[in-house]
């Protein structure tokens, strides 16, 4: 579903992602971990379509994004690690602006949108400007904007950052189920437990290089992840 | 301070290249020798007036004035935003800052603001009054210290304006539409009073004596002032220093002591309970203007500084309906000095200078700011993104000047030649002026504002695309004035210009299909 393949990319003299592959299959949770700096976003921004990269590919369902940037993002769903959305809207106007924009059928956007709304508790609260939501009602509005295209690959850069733990658990449960139906996520987190319990896969980054990554299972080995990242932070010091 | 003040001069932690800084040091040095010979036109038969009479004072008791008023109206609406509502007061907040010195720092940013602002006064008036020879060491030395502390005294009846307007604001329901209506008035008052500031001036030559007895007793501070520079009086000069710093001292100590409490009281709103309806698909293009209008409409601020054109249009447009005899007359009365205007040509090119002080486009890429993100996430090509701000701009821009159009042709066309002209060629200027305003906002984007009006008032791309339209249209009236009037008709030289503009907007556009893309891909979002 997503293939990057030694994706490159430098600001000024330092190389934030530096000769980076990994790839995501359909029915996939990838967790991508790394500390603050790492290259994390600057890699997820780049699948995505939003930072120009210098060197490698990066495929979407077999779409090359830059090649074909906008089949890539029509099969992809982003939500950044802060969610600024447009403030000036309320919240049924923006998730019907998102639908108007993936060019999604009347009945099937009041369908979905009134569906994933309601799993999230955010119903109620979509007539509300922007502006008066707390961060993870944004949150929780930019996740149901993401779904309204039913994408095939769901990027989260630290998605779960201001719910609410049973939102958390909501979107968790909503990962698993769209990797059912053969999408593919790939996520950003700093919450081991987390990556630990949730993927099916993952990557660890460092300096903007890969330096573990694999199934779950294999990459912990016999101990946490936790002890994994903590162990591969002090060998590469 | 130096945050405020790098958030106004400095981007993305870069500072500008020195092209770009000699580029707008000529283009404040043009606006500013502009507006000085305007105060120098203004004040000019003041002196020889007020001086013959005995009443010098009166002269600079009129430039306190005129600094003080341009201080309150320069100032209300900057006051408002970077006092009150900057997004980055949270973030203020949570650091070892007193609440006090977050204050003063933005205190200081509006006197720098007011300091230009008496700069351009300051200047002509007293090469005027040296001019005259009634200059003296002990007056200029009054002046100089006096002009210091006017920006307090204007000062402290803004900030009460921006508290006031900010309170107002957040317990009003349509919080927008009066803030825009308030707006408006203020300006319509203001351009009432300086349209008639000719009428005024001469009644003021006229009944001078009459008037200074009636202006010491209202404008106790401005008298004092008059007479401390004028007669190097320094009884009068510490009375007028008292008028300055008490009540800038009273209201600083108000806005401190509350400042947090001010910061951090937010009203909460109803809440509106969602009530499911069908929602209706629109296209791509049509959904992201519609975004476009919509955040436009919301933001008062970007109403007022970048269709401010269409407001004056429109205002145009109503006062040739009930007044149509007296605008035409002062149309003739124009036509009189301007070598070969015509009625028409005076329409095309009115409709066109006011309409180019629209400059919606140039800031609505920056506008984007943090949620830049969005756009750049979405399924649709970047011409897409930038074709729906030029829709917004010429949403906002073309009909009131087909409306202002429409009228002045059945004011003064005298045949379907004219119709066409007055109609047709100022749109191709506004079509034109839309397409460009996007390019340099592409070209000069400003992404990391915390307060709209950095955009909409300060950024380079705002300015560049006001000064430039208007620019434009002066540039092409004073070439027809001076050198092609004598080679073509005025219409076959409208009908030329209107060709030129349709040329340019292709090449803006294929700019734009190119460079414009390339631009907004490489913007961070």
């Known amino acids: 579903m997503l293939r990057i393949e030694n994706l490159t990319k430098t600001y000024g003299d330092k190389r934030a992602v530096d000769d980076l592959s990994l790839h995501v299959g359909p029915g996939e949770i990838y967790g991508f971990i790394g500390h603050n700096g790492a ?14 990269f210098d060197s490698g590919t990066i495929t979407i369902d077999g779409h090359d994004v830059r090649r074909e940037p906008l089949l890539c993002k029509a099969r992809t769903a982003y939500i950044p690690d802060n969610p600024d959305l447009y403030d000036f809207m309320t919240g049924i106007k923006y998730l019907n602006f998102i639908a108007d924009v993936f060019d999604i059928d009347a009945a099937l956007r009041n369908e979905r ?9 955010l119903t109620a609260d979509l007539a509300g400007a922007i502006s008066s939501y707390s961060h993870g009602m944004k949150q929780k509005l930019a996740i149901i904007s993401a779904l309204i295209h039913e ?43 987390v990556a630990e319990r949730l993927c099916d896969k993952v990557a660890i980054i460092k300096g903007g290089r890969l330096v573990a990554h694999g199934p779950t299972d294999e990459v912990r080995g016999d101990s946490s992840l936790e002890d994994v990242f903590l162990e591969l932070e002090s060998d590469q010091q | ?89 949270e973030l203020l907040l949570a650091l070892p800052i007193r609440p006090g010195h977050i204050l003063i720092s933005r205190i200081l940013v509006l006197l720098t603001v007011e300091a230009v602002v008496t700069l351009l006064v300051l200047v002509p008036v007293t090469v005027i009054w040296l001019r005259a020879g009634l200059g003296s060491v002990a007056g200029m030395l009054m ?46 008052g203001y351009l009432y009073i300086y349209s008639n500031i000719q009428r005024y001036l001469n009644d003021l030559i006229a009944r001078g004596e009459e008037f200074a007895s009636a202006f010491s007793r209202a404008m106790p501070p401005f008298y004092s002032f008059g007479v401390a520079v004028a007669e190097g009086n320094p009884a009068q000069f510490a009375v007028f220093a008292l008028w300055a710093v008490l009540p800038f001292g009273l209201v600083f100590l108000l806005l401190s002591s509350r400042y947090l409490r001010i910061l951090t009281t937010r009203r909460g709103s109803r809440r509106v309970r969602y009530q499911a309806r069908e929602l209706r698909r629109s296209g791509r293009l049509l959904a992201l203007t519609r975004k476009e209008l919509a ?10 500084n970048s269709s401010i054109g269409s407001v004056f249009l429109l205002l145009g447009a109503v006062l040739l309906l009930v007044n149509r005899d007296n605008v035409l007359g002062s149309v003739e009365t124009f036509m009189a000095v301007v070598p070969g ?68 042709g059945a004011a003064v066309a005298e045949g379907p030649k004219d119709w066409a002209a007055i109609v047709l060629i100022p749109q191709t200027f506004l079509v034109m002026l839309a397409f460009a305003g996007a390019a340099v906002n592409l070209v000069l984007p400003r992404l990391d504002w915390i307060s709209e009006v950095q955009v909409v008032k300060q950024s380079a791309s705002a300015m560049a695309a006001l000064f430039g339209g208007m620019g434009i249209v002066a540039g092409l009236a004073l070439l027809y004035a001076f050198l092609v009037r004598d080679l073509m008709a ?8 209107g060709a030129v503009f349709v040329a340019a907007t292709i090449a803006v556009y294929a700019f734009l299909r190119r460079g414009g893309v390339e631009r907004f891909e490489g913007l961070a979002a």
């Open chain 2, 341 to 408: 205007a015509t009625f028409p040509g005076i329409a095309v090119a009115a409709v066109a200078a006011v309409g180019s002080a629209n400059n919606l486009s140039s800031s609505l890429v920056s506008l984007e700011g943090r949620s830049l993100w969005i756009a750049r996430s979405l399924p649709v090509g970047p011409m897409t993104v930038i074709q729906a701000k030029i829709n917004a701009h010429l949403t906002v821009s073309a009909l009131p000047a087909l409306i202002a159009s429409v009228l002045l």
């Open chain 1, 151 to 193: 994408p095939r690959l769901l990027v989260l850069d630290e998605p779960f950052v201001g719910l609410d733990p049973k939102a958390s658990r909501a979107v968790k449960d909503l990962m698993r189920q769209k990797c059912d139906e053969g999408a593919a996520v790939f996520f950003s987190t700093h919450v081991l437990e």
């Open chain 2, 490 to 497: 005025l219409d076959a030289y409208l009908w030329l210009c």
């Open chain 1, 39 to 52: 290259g994390k976003t600057t890699t997820i921004k780049s699948v995505c379509g939003i930072l120009q």
């Open chain 1, 113 to 121: 949108i009134h569906r994933y709304s309601d799993m999230l508790e």
């Open chain 2, 143 to 188: 002046l100089v210290a006096g002009t210091a502390l006017l920006p307090l005294l204007a000062l402290s009846v803004s900030l009460l304006l921006a508290w006031l307007l900010s309170v107002v604001g957040q317990r009003v329901r349509f919080k927008n539409l009066v803030t825009l209506v308030v707006s408006v008035a203020f300006l319509i």
């Open chain 2, 295 to 304: 955040y436009f409409w919301s933001r008062p601020a970007v109403v007022l």
């Open chain 2, 1 to 89: 301070m130096r945050g405020v003040l790098a958030s106004l001069f400095v981007r993305g932690g870069h500072r500008p290249s020195r092209a770009r800084t000699i580029v707008f040091a000529l283009l404040f040095a043009y606006v500013g020798t502009a507006l000085m010979l305007l105060f120098g036109v203004l004040f000019q038969p003041m002196i020889d007036a007020f001086s013959g009479m005995g009443l010098t004072w009166l002269y600079f008791a009129l430039y306190a004035s005129m600094v003080f008023a341009l201080g309150v109206v320069g100032t209300v609406f900057i006051a408002s935003a970077q006092i009150f509502g900057p997004r980055d007061n």
